[in-house]
């Protein structure tokens, strides 16, 4: 890797002649990514485009999803030179070529260098840290955004409680007589009044029995191999992982350390987010950590309190409801207990791992794919007492239906702000939206409910 980035050269300078470029297209998300933005096009105009290694698994897709007339760019993984071609032809590039641990790099560092922004899926966190401290300063001097983990895993989540924590913090000024108190845009403690903060996420599947596939995708499951493969492993436990400062991440560490411990909330179990409830809370303190150099104060984080509504906690069903959650917790533990393995244990088990596991390409189909409402409740509280909340509404299938039309939409809110973006470097996905992008994502059917 090396720090080369130029200028972005500007996406009205005749050369790009792209919007969104979407590399692994041809992958299970990938595909269901490029069905939303076919959709889109064709309401939007978009300039859009599908990129993988083989040509004939291009042509295959975009005749299947009935835009043959739509271009394709042949680029492999391998090929930084032809990573770059192509990210120099676009304004933004989603990549859905996961699993992100050992690829992700080459692809953000094309993108930098090409003046692209980059959107993934990552739920790799150790890589995901990698990519903060190399690349945050590169893409500000490039005036691009890099923008991981922007899925389900942690987009929902991360825009919910900024939601909640500018709520909370209006609250707060208003009561307070000197009227300083808070700021607009407040994530969890940064630097303004939150001290706490708590995320439900609510999900209804649809009434049917499901597989392991029917869960989650191949290439998914490939990528927890690949974190238990990762020389920086154990940075998957870190709630801090992407706070580069290490004053700042100490202070995460102390204020809020990761609990993935069933509770009892308002008469509901909670247990741990499925599929993993260490990845969001690294996201959600960058996302502080962000507002509070913003604002030129330090960060001061907020306990953060994240949980999945397993069902009511009365007797005798709450009984199986927190059996549920305990054995989540301790499934999410043990994976957790792995990457604290020494290095060639850890590697063995990853390779086993990545030979037993579904490959890439399966994933949930059908009515297991749309069937699905879901929610993801904000709850802020300020030091003073004021609290403030959120709630986003989502439908299908939240790892996949939803996750490709909320990637999808974050590409086109990036492209359209390519010439003058607000913020630039590497972004939380809140932050790459912002409050006043957050009605676009209505088309990825993600709505703010209304108080
Ligand atoms: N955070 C979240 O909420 C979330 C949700 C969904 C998915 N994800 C992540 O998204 C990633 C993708 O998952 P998936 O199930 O869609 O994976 P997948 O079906 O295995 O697709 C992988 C894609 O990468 C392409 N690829 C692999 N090696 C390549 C190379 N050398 N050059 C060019 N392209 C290459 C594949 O191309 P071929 O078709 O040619 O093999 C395919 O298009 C995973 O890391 C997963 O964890 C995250």
């Known amino acids: 890797m090396s720090d080369g980035a130029s200028p972005r050269d500007g996406a009205s300078d005749g050369v790009r ?35 993988g290694r083989s040509p004939d698994k291009l042509a295959m897709l975009l005749t299947q999803l009935g835009v043959p007339h739509v271009p394709s760019v042949v680029v492999d993984l391998q090929d930084g030179a032809a990573l770059e071609r192509a990210a120099r032809r676009t304004r933004v590039l989603l990549d859905l070529a996961g699993p992100y641990s050992t690829t992700a790099d080459a692809v953000i560092e094309a993108c930098v260098r090409g003046g692209a922004s980059y959107v993934d899926l990552s739920g790799e966190i150790p890589a995901v840290a990698r990519s903060v401290r190399a690349w945050h300063e590169p893409a500000r001097r490039a005036g691009v955004r890099v923008v991981q983990v922007s ?7 991360d825009l919910a409680v900024l939601v909640a924590c500018s709520r909370a913090a209006r609250t707060d000024a208003s009561a307070a007589s000197d009227g300083t108190a808070g700021a607009l845009g407040d994530g969890p403690g940064a630097g303004g009044p939150v001290v706490a903060v708590s995320v439900t996420t609510t999900a209804r599947p649809p009434r049917r029995r499901m597989g392991l596939s029917d869960a989650v995708s191949g290439g998914t499951l490939q990528s927890i191999a690949e974190v238990l493969a990762d020389d920086d492993a154990r940075a998957a ?22 609990s993935l411990r069933p509770r009892v909330v308002r008469g509901r179990v909670l247990g741990p987010l499925v599929p993993a409830g260490f990845i969001d809370p690294p996201v959600l303190h960058r996302t502080a950590a962000l507002l509070a150099a913003e604002r030129g104060v330090p960060h001061s984080p907020a306990a953060l309190a994240e949980g999945m509504d397993i069902g009511p906690a009365r007797l005798p069903v709450g009984a199986l409801a927190l059996l549920a959650a305990t054995a989540s917790a301790a499934l999410q533990r043990a994976v957790l207990g792995l990457t604290r393995l020494p290095s060639p244990v850890r590697a063995r088990v990853a390779s086993a791992l ?21 929610s993801v409740r904000a709850d802020a509280l300020t030091r003073s007492g004021a609290r403030a909340s959120a709630v986003l509404d989502g439908v299908g299938h939240p790892g996949y239906r939803a996750t490709a039309r909320m990637v999808a939409e974050v590409g ?20 790459a939206v912002g409050l006043e992008g957050l009605p676009a994502l209505a088309a990825a059917g993600l709505v703010l409910r209304e108080d």
């Open 17 to 51: 002649d792209l919007d969104v470029l979407v590399l692994g297209a041809t992958g299970f998300t990938g595909r269901l990514v490029a069905q939303q933005l076919a959709e889109r096009a064709a309401l939007t105009g978009v300039r859009w485009a599908v990129a």
């Open 237 to 258: 436990g870190d709630p801090a992982a992407l706070v580069p400062d290490e004053r700042a991440a100490r202070r995460v560490r102390r204020t809020s350390p990761l």
């Open 151 to 157: 899925g389900y895993e942690a987009l929902p989540a």
């Open 412 to 431: 086109l809110l990036l492209a359209a702000s390519a010439d003058d973006p607000p913020r630039t470097g590497h972004l939380t996905p809140a932050l």
């Open 354 to 374: 990545a030979r037993v596991l579904p490959g890439s390409g399966t994933g949930p189909r059908g009515e297991v794919l749309d069937g699905w409402t879901w």
